[in-house]
């Protein structure tokens, strides 16, 4: 398991390890969001995806992104991984999770990760169709959807 608060991973992660790090004795809530791969998009069905990255930029501009939801909402711990490579349906894509001293600010924290992290780290998804197309995905920015 990786000890830092942001990472990429190109397998998949255990959940109950990533939970205890954020596990904190001043935490009085915990909020977490997954990411998935489903087997649609834009009444496309889908049968997987492939993501990449610019590692060394993604590394750093997540933590930064931590590092701003721990400050930003006072928060206790905060952890964030995102896969790489080759995923199928289904599988876990993103994990977030947040422990603060109350329920507000961990909602709030796991949001403004979750949405900074696809507005600001390279990470590019490529899926692939049941039609036999494929195609590089480039999501809209969240913006005006943020805490």
Same mark, same amino acid.
Do not use: T
């Given at each position: 398991?990786?000890?830092?608060?942001?990472?990429?991973?190109?397998? #998949?992660?255990?959940?109950?390890?990533?939970?205890?790090? @954020?596990?904190?004795?001043?935490?009085?809530?915990?909020?977490?969001?997954?990411? +998935? @791969?489903?087997?649609?998009?834009?009444?496309? #069905?889908?049968?997987?995806?492939?993501?990449?990255?610019?590692?060394?930029?993604?590394?750093?501009?997540?933590?930064?992104?931590? $590092?701003?939801?721990?400050?930003?909402? $006072?928060?206790?711990?905060?952890?964030? @991984?995102?896969?790489?490579?080759?995923?199928? *349906?289904?599988?876990?894509?993103? +994990?977030?999770? @947040?422990?603060? &001293?109350?329920?507000?600010?961990?909602?709030? $924290?796991?949001?403004?990760? *979750?949405?900074?992290?696809?507005?600001?780290? &390279? *990470?590019?998804?490529?899926?692939?169709?049941?039609?036999?197309?494929?195609?590089?995905?480039? &999501?809209? #920015?969240?913006?005006?959807?943020?805490?």
């Amino acid at each position: 398991m990786d000890e830092r608060d942001f990472w990429l991973a190109d397998a #998949p992660v255990d959940l109950a390890l990533l939970r205890r790090r @954020v596990e904190h004795e001043r935490a009085g809530a915990f909020a977490s969001f997954e990411g +998935w @791969v489903r087997n649609h998009n834009e009444g496309r #069905p889908v049968l997987g995806l492939r993501y990449e990255s610019y590692v060394a930029l993604a590394q750093a501009e997540g933590a930064k992104v931590v $590092a701003e939801a721990r400050e930003r909402f $006072a928060l206790c711990a905060a952890v964030c @991984v995102h896969r790489i490579g080759d995923l199928a *349906i289904g599988d876990m894509a993103v +994990w977030v999770g @947040v422990s603060a &001293p109350h329920r507000g600010a961990a909602f709030d $924290a796991c949001r403004y990760i *979750i949405d900074e992290i696809k507005d600001r780290v &390279p *990470i590019w998804k490529h899926e692939r169709y049941a039609d036999g197309d494929a195609g590089w995905l480039h &999501p809209e #920015p969240v913006r005006g959807d943020r805490a």
